[in-house]
């Protein structure tokens, strides 16, 4: 098995290098407006943003700056296959313009957008986000009432385009080849997601900015293989240090990825290349938790009704047991800004007999 992956350094609100009906999922965080850190990012796309800070009109900030988001969500809406699914992380952001405080909802504005392209809005998931703030208060501290709360979660916006995809009968392996684990869907689908934690905004890179809004390798990972089977293509209009394509690479998906700043270009194409041992990792830990799992479960509950078809242990469910979890081979640069990734085809785990439960890949 083989997986490409192309690296655009260009606007997004442009990408013309897609084909209409083309990608089968997006998986996103774009610059969040009324965020100080995006300010001079989105003056950039429009001048007349920067005049009105200059005369402090927060609302008219809010929406010139959601016009401009609106110019990429109508291009993915043009390359996005139907039935395919758009997952936006997003927060929403309290400010101080001038001398007007709000919050400024910026999940709700992209729910309206994708609402009036007759989209399937679905569940959204809550990402709480692990704070050190000594603090759970702003504004005037314990005199009412003018204090207010702090924002310590984000959202997880998910679209889908029409309705429920189709499988043909020459597909349906490949989809319950790219099932997850009971377990697994147990925390993944919970609309509230506490047990991933940020990653650090901090680049210590020359040409790049200080901070960026990067979001961590776990949750691009799980909705890639939520929301997507193998073989399909991801795309993130807006991939900055790279998250989302070495998800896709661990998750045996292809993907595009579109970065405005070109600065990035040496960091992203040493991330992917370097990305095999961490990505295969993940993959044998996904391997290690199930195993502990039903050792667990059978201690508990008895022994366990169905067998993997492709593996040596056992399964909850019966859409479980033609799982199949690639190891990554390697990872080339193809030409320029475009990378092959190559898995081992066909494995089995061999369980060690130890109190560790560690796994070992053994070529069939």
């Known amino acids: 098995m083989k997986t490409i992956h192309k690296i655009y350094f260009k606007n997004s609100q442009l990408m013309g290098e897609i ?22 990012c989105f003056s950039l796309l429009n001048p007349k943003i920067k005049n009105l800070f200059e005369v402090f009109d927060g609302k008219g900030i809010y929406k010139l700056m959601h016009e401009e988001l609106n110019k990429i969500w109508s291009e993915i809406d043009r390359i996005i296959v139907e039935r395919g699914v758009v997952c936006v992380n997003i927060g929403d952001a309290t400010r101080k313009i001038g001398n007007s405080f709000q919050l400024y909802p910026n ?27 000594p603090n759970k208060f702003m504004g005037s501290g314990m005199l009412p009432p003018n204090a207010y709360v702090t924002l310590e979660h984000e959202y997880i916006l998910i679209f889908r385009k029409k309705s429920n995809r189709n499988f043909r009968n020459d597909e349906k392996l490949n989809r319950q080849s790219s099932a997850y684990f009971w377990e697994e869907r147990n925390i993944w689908f919970s609309d509230l997601w506490e047990d991933i934690k940020g990653t650090s905004q901090k680049l210590n890179k020359n040409n790049l900015r200080i901070r960026n809004g990067a979001y961590p390798f776990d949750l691009a990972y799980r ?36 970065e405005l700043d070109p600065n990035f270009k040496d ?17 044998e830990n996904r391997f290690k938790n199930h195993i502990k799992f039903v050792k667990n479960r059978e201690k508990e509950k008895g022994s366990l009704k169905h067998e993997s078809n492709v593996y040596d242990f056992k399964v909850m469910t019966s859409q479980e047991k033609n799982l199949s979890l690639h190891f990554i081979k390697k990872i080339n640069k193809k030409k320029e800004n475009i990378f092959l990734a190559e898995y081992e085809d066909s494995l089995e785990i061999e369980v060690k007999k130890d109190s560790n439960n560690n796994c070992q890949q053994k070529l069939l």
């Open 223 to 258: 909705l890639i293989n939520m929301y997507s089977v193998k073989g399909d293509t991801i795309l993130d209009p807006f991939l900055g240090t790279g998250t989302s394509t070495v998800a896709a690479i661990a998750s045996g998906r292809n993907s595009i990825g579109f």
């Open 107 to 133: 999940h709700s504005k992209i729910i309206e957008f994708f609402e009036n392209k007759d989209y399937q809005v679905l569940p959204p998931i809550i990402w709480k986000k692990q704070s050190n703030k």
């Open 19 to 40: 084909e209409n009906n083309s990608i089968n999922l997006i998986v996103t965080s774009p610059p969040y407006p009324i965020i100080e850190m995006w300010d001079e």
């Open 267 to 283: 960091f992203i194409s040493e991330r992917i290349l370097n990305s095999m041992d961490s990505s295969n990792e993940i993959i």
